[in-house]
């Protein structure tokens, strides 16, 4: 089985430009999470999708936003980019959200420069 | 209190020996706790998860887990040099709407 795969693996944007990512999860996943990893602050939550409804959300400002497609498949998109969302962008997904179907299994990374 | 609180190491250990990994976490009501190891440049992968009190044993790895401590732990048995990476503890926040948060990960030193 084909595991998470994401689209770009790299990305050089300036500062103000926008980006959108994309995420195939699992097959037969229909939970995708996006996190956002830092040296300094780690791997941190931005929000999950499940059923083309976003279930959570982490604390970023709204320039991060996402979606879920029918197929699973998930975006997020970044407005307005700043210097300090240069980062390693992660997606997981999951079976599904309850107890022994959370597990998650993450993708490449997109790793986002931002000049 | 961070969340989810692990040492940053670095943790160093010869070949051979027992690497171990502890983690605390806030939420008394967490049911779900995972390992994950990233090397350098690289994503998480799954090691383990665990959801049962005591210990769970995989191949050289073993987690132990103790919800009335808030703890959890791991533990690398015959450790080699293959095994230095960072090691993340996760755990689903359930008063969090089941949020899966992570510690800021001990990197973990195999010396030959």
């Known amino acids: 089985k084909a595991g998470v795969t994401q689209t770009p693996r790299y990305l050089i944007k300036t500062r103000g430009q926008q980006v959108t990512l994309s995420c195939s999860p699992i097959s037969g996943h229909r939970s995708v999470s996006w996190y956002q990893q830092t040296p300094g602050q780690g791997l941190q939550f931005l929000f999950e999708y499940f059923s083309e409804t976003q279930r959570n959300k982490g604390n970023f400002p709204g320039r991060f936003s996402g979606r879920q497609f029918s197929n699973s498949r998930s975006e997020m998109n970044v407005s307005t980019l700043e210097l300090g969302d240069s980062a390693l962008y992660l997606c997981?997904?999951?079976?599904?959200?309850?107890?022994?179907?959370?597990?998650?299994?993450f993708g490449p990374g997109t790793r986002l420069l931002v000049l | 209190q961070k969340e989810v609180e692990q040492n940053s190491g670095p943790l160093s250990v010869p070949e051979g020996a027992i690497a171990s990994l502890n983690c605390t976490y806030s939420?008394?009501?967490?049911?779900?706790f995972f390992w994950y190891r990233q090397y350098s440049g690289k994503s998480p992968e799954l090691i383990m998860f665990?959801?049962?009190?005591g210990d769970k044993e995989d191949g050289r790895f073993t987690a132990q887990l103790n919800k009335a401590s808030q703890y959890v732990s791991l533990l690398i048995r015959d450790s080699q040099p293959s095994d230095s990476a960072t090691y993340l503890c996760a755990v689903i926040f359930y008063n969090q709407g089941g949020k899966l948060i992570f510690g800021q990960g001990t990197e973990l030193s195999v010396k030959p």
């Open positions: 939420d008394r009501g967490s049911q779900s």
């Open positions: 997981a997904s999951s079976l599904s959200a309850g107890t022994q179907q959370e597990t998650q299994y």
């Open positions: 665990i959801y049962s009190n």
